[in-house]
């Protein structure tokens, strides 16, 4: 082969090579979420005039543990409720999932955790926690409630793991989080295994549609040994009380 032909084809090369390069480079990524239709996209920007807007540094999941262990208004990421003593509830707050009696002695916790290099966004929450049957309400949260006695309080909650732990539905289209965080507390308006089987499927939809990693309360994936062995929690939880309330 001649040095002319040797030149073309080297020639010939590099530009296949630069071309390629060219076109990886250009590549968009795909956006990550849960998939919203235009219903829901119309519905959010009316209701939330913020939706869509950005400017904030997206946090990651230790940044949320970190500032869970802060003092001052936080949220207690081991309990996975929003608490802030400095700065009581307003009067005019929607008290919708406020509990009717503040006692409890359980809390169960479950997290959903952005991937690796991700995080959820305001508005994906909001239309998830929607498809799930949650509401938002009392203290800034999510709620899941009896759909026959909704005055008894939350079945279970959801909060942001970013503190003070709620969402501000003014800012939603701001909103970035590394995690948010599912809990119920007992005694709540269900028995505990009949809140747990609400509780479960209800994270696994929302782990599902946000592409989030459903985690336990040690913050280690979900798998069904650890599921198995919080139902068997639940039915001895369960036992105790009724134990408690029979009458001699």
Known sequence: MSEANVLRLAIGAAVVVLMVVIWLTGRKKPEQGVRRDSADTERLAAAFPSFGAGGRREPTLGDAIAEADNDGPELDAERGIAVDDAAPMSPTRSQLGARPDASFDRIVTLYLAARAGEVLQGPDIVVACEKAGLAYGHMGIFHRLDDNHPERGPIFSLANLVKPGSFDMARLGEIRTPGVSLFMTLPGPL?????????????????????????????????????????????????????????F
């Open 191 to 247: 028995n505990a295994l009949d809140a747990w089987e609400t509780l479960l499927p209800a994270a696994q939809r929302m782990a599902e549609l946000l592409d989030a990693v459903l985690l336990d309360e040690e913050r280690n994936a979900l798998g069904r040994q650890r599921i198995a062995h919080l139902r068997e929690e639940m039915r001895a939880y369960d036992r105790k009380r009724d134990a408690q309330n029979v009458r």
